[in-house]
């Protein structure tokens, strides 16, 4: 049987420098809708998030660009094979 979950994603580009290193680094941070929506309960907007997930990692965000969305279609089946399942 084929069960498929779609995922609503935002991909944001962010630039980030490194606070070990100084090096400055583009990246792609991609949240789901849910982690979005539960930083917004707690009245975190998205960019308080990703500053807060870098800043974890040491880096410091220097710039946040407008999020791609998109929806992501995944084959539940297919992954856990993917992953060791028979």
């Known amino acids: 049987m084929r069960i498929n979950l779609a995922i609503q994603v ?3 580009p962010v630039t980030v420098q490194d606070g070990r ?3 400055t680094i583009t990246d792609t941070l991609v949240l789901d809708k ?10 975190q907007s998205s ?3 990703i ?3 870098y800043e ?3 880096f410091k965000v220097t710039e946040i660009g407008k999020p791609e969305k ?4 995944v084959n539940l089946e297919e992954l856990y094979q993917l992953h060791g399942g028979r």
């Open 10 to 12: 935002r991909a944001f």
């Open 21 to 23: 290193t100084g090096e």
């Open 34 to 43: 849910q982690q979005l929506q539960a930083a917004q309960l707690v009245g």
């Open 47 to 49: 960019k308080e998030l």
């Open 51 to 53: 500053h807060r997930l």
């Open 56 to 58: 974890r990692q040491g």
């Open 70 to 73: 998109r929806t992501i279609n």
